[in-house]
């Protein structure tokens, strides 16, 4: 690795020690101003992010919303993000005690009668609000929870990232790792997260249209559901105006058990986007429109 970049990484990595530090011995009304300030500083800050940010709203409501509601929604996302970072970071140590309090759930019924089928389930998500915090809460309910999570570049930040989810009695499945881990943890009726609204490469994907465009979308989950029989519930956890948080979790998508035709596995998932995009379109200001969901074409 080129010293430069060497160089970096190792700020980078000690700039989030530092943070986990700073925000861990602090109130959390103050971890939350401060990460809120953070995150309207790098909107004031990032132009590059900023026209991506608005490229992606431009693309999907066009005239439908002023460049003044435009910008508002991309300033609120980088408010909220900040905040929702500094939860984030205090997770081991403050969350059953600050945090867990907070949370109000909307159709956990739903989640625990699938659950209580035992053949496992999936929990279809985004980057929709914390994200993070969704799948803890879950786990903090008494539920056998995994979440896939992609490895950062960095493999220290990835080691301090995953011992804050394990600390909080999740089971981290990276998204390299053997299927048979995945596919064993549902057998047990074990739920599993998935972020079904990112372009990659590293996972299988088919083009379901997403706010009227073709999108590359992960199907890996929709597959295995329609193969093991494990539901599929859309949900979300929404940071509310008063720094709380609501997790809301949709009825499961129905779906014919063991059809893996490509009708079959594209219907499925997209009426998992469905569902989701309405959420986004309700809540613009808490999704990533940083990422370019449409960046590989047909």
Request: hydrophobic share 40%; with cysteine; net charge positive.
């Amino acid at each position: 690795m080129p010293s430069l970049k060497k160089f970096k990484r190792t700020a980078v990595y000690n700039l989030t020690r530092l943070l986990f530090f700073f925000f861990n011995i602090i109130p959390r009304r103050t971890a939350v101003f401060i990460g809120g300030w953070l995150g309207l500083a790098a909107w004031k800050l990032f132009s590059r992010d900023r026209y991506r940010f608005l490229r992606h709203l431009n693309l999907v409501y066009k005239d439908k919303l002023s460049l003044k509601e435009k910008n508002t929604i991309s300033c609120n996302f980088f408010i909220n993000s900040g905040k929702n970072l500094a939860d984030v970071i205090r997770f081991k140590k403050h969350y059953r005690r600050e945090i867990k309090p907070l949370v109000t759930v909307e159709g956990l019924e739903y989640f625990d009668r699938a659950y209580k089928e035992g053949r496992g389930l999936f929990g279809i998500t985004g980057h929709i609000g914390n994200f993070e915090l969704l799948a803890v809460h879950i786990a903090e309910l008494g539920y056998k929870i995994a979440v896939i999570g992609r490895e950062m570049y960095d493999s220290r930040i990835d080691q301090l990232l995953v011992a804050n989810r394990e600390a909080m009695g999740l089971t981290n499945i990276p998204t390299t790792g053997s299927p048979r881990k995945l596919l064993s943890w549902l057998k047990e009726g074990g739920a599993v997260g998935v972020l079904i609204d990112t372009d990659s490469f590293r996972v299988r994907g088919m083009f379901i249209p997403a706010f009227g465009r073709l999108s590359n979308t992960p199907v890996g989950q929709t597959i295995i559901g329609l193969k093991t029989g494990a539901a599929l519930l859309p949900m979300v956890c929404l940071r509310t105006a008063d720094n709380r948080y609501k997790i809301i979790i949709r009825p499961p998508i129905e779906y014919i058990p063991g059809d893996t035709s490509e009708e079959q596995v594209y219907k499925v998932t997209l009426k998992c986007t469905k569902v989701l995009e309405e959420i986004i379109d309700r809540f613009p200001d808490q999704w990533i429109w940083l990422h370019n969901r449409w960046r590989t074409r047909p």
